[in-house]
């Protein structure tokens, strides 16, 4: 059964940083594209960042361009966001999700964590 | 960027009735069109992808068509279990995006 857990959120301070992670389990994770995704309260949903199997390459939206950070370990099956410099306008459910074909599918998500950016 | 833009944003329905989602696209994408269900407080669940393509395990009381521009999510027959909010998300191009979701309550 593919599990997807993730961890590290929190309440933290305009300007600071968090690190997020999403803990892999029940499918061969270094074989998978992932995402972040994120959902700020009663609001839609905004795709955030992308990587690739590998690691090799990234993606990210414009709105945290320059900001986070969407990295892999493969042999921790583990997937991050280091986020910096963060904004109120940061805070959200902050979910990560596989990606299968036709690509940027998210067919696997996990129940998310919560960013609260607020002095 | 391209824009997704469902209608209606909510809508009140009964159990039993069809029910019908609508998404645009603000340029076309072919049929790399996705729909999601979300309940309150979970995380979302992947309908339908490539337009039309049922995800394994969900019901075929829900379909969707369409391509280019315009898509449709249909529910036939309205479940208790399918009150939800529902997103549409195009795979065409990075970035990906979502429609602002379509609240399906009980009349």
């Known amino acids: 059964e593919v599990q997807l857990v993730e961890s590290g959120g929190g309440l933290v301070q305009p300007g600071g940083s968090l690190r997020l992670s999403c803990a892999a389990s029940g499918f061969t994770f270094s074989t998978y594209e992932m995402n972040w995704v994120r959902q700020a309260p009663g609001k839609g949903l905004e795709w955030v960042s992308y990587i690739s199997s590998s690691g090799s390459t990234i993606y990210y939206a414009d709105s945290v361009k320059g900001r986070f950070t969407i990295s892999r370990d493969n042999a921790k099956n583990s997937l991050y966001l280091q986020m910096n410099s963060l904004r109120a306008e940061d805070t959200a459910v902050y979910y990560c999700?596989?990606?299968?074909?036709?690509?940027?599918?998210?067919?696997?998500w996990g129940q998310g964590t919560l960013v609260t950016v607020s002095s | 960027d391209i824009q997704m833009t469902q209608s209606p944003s909510s809508l009140s329905a009964s159990v039993g009735d069809r029910v019908t989602i609508t998404c645009r696209a603000s340029?076309?994408?072919?049929?790399?069109l996705n729909w999601y269900q979300q309940k309150p407080g979970k995380a979302p669940k992947l309908l339908i992808y490539a337009a039309s393509r049922l995800q394994s395990g969900v019901p075929p009381r829900i379909s969707g068509s369409g391509s280019g521009t315009d898509f449709t999510l249909t529910i036939s027959s309205l479940q208790p279990e399918d009150f939800a909010t529902y997103y549409c998300q195009q795979s065409y191009r990075t970035p990906p995006a979502f429609g602002q979701g379509t609240k399906v309550e009980i009349k």
């Open positions: 999700a596989t990606e299968s074909d036709p690509g940027s599918t998210f067919d696997y």
């Open positions: 340029l076309s994408i072919s049929s790399f």
